[in-house]
């Protein structure tokens, strides 16, 4: 019998429409090996469903909840009205302004109701995941060790690219 380790991250969207986005969020959660969950709540088509997830999350033992927000981002209000847990916003390109207008939503909640705001689309997905995991690790080290590990990746990612780039001007 294999044992399902209990979800630390909620990944919240208002509709399927935005897992083309928040997919990234949960591949970089498994890569980091924090478990996590994935729901759609709206909080305009089904604000019930929406508050009462946001409600439970620390019984469910949630430590930080994650929200794609498209058009007026509101999700990330109610979720962040609901729990004490850390609401990080991905703001989605979903409506013709391309995601500023949620972007602009997030940064403007109201002051003590705080909710993190990423960049737009995939890279802010990565790094509402990768931020996640850095509230995770202040209290475990084995996290702390993997965020090492991940940036001296990227790292030597740069130089990588800079070898290539300098190899393809050499004279």
């Known amino acids: ?23 990234e969020a949960a591949r970089t959660l498994k890569r980091f090996g924090v478990p996590f969950e994935i729901e759609i709540a709206s909080a305009h088509r089904s604000p019930a469903r929406a508050s009462e997830y946001a409600r439970t999350a ?9 929200i ?20 990080i916003g991905v703001p989605i390109a979903s409506t013709p302004l391309a995601g500023l207008d949620s972007l602009l939503s997030i940064v403007q909640m109201p002051g003590g109701v705080p909710v993190a705001c990423t960049s737009i689309g995939k890279p802010g997905a990565v790094n509402a995941a990768v931020l996640a995991v850095e509230i995770l690790a202040t209290g475990d080290a084995r996290l702390s060790a993997r ?25």
């Open 58 to 66: 620390v019984e469910r033992g949630l430590k930080v909840i994650v």
């Open 68 to 87: 794609a927000a498209g058009g007026a981002a509101h999700l990330g209000g109610v979720m962040a009205a609901e729990t004490f847990l850390p609401v």
């Open 1 to 23: 019998m294999t044992h399902k380790a209990r979800p630390l991250v909620g990944i919240v969207m208002g509709s399927d429409s935005d897992m083309g986005v928040m997919a």
């Open 147 to 171: 965020l090492a590990d991940y940036k001296a990746e990227l790292a030597r990612a740069v130089a990588g690219k800079s070898e290539r780039v300098k190899r393809g001007f050499r004279s």
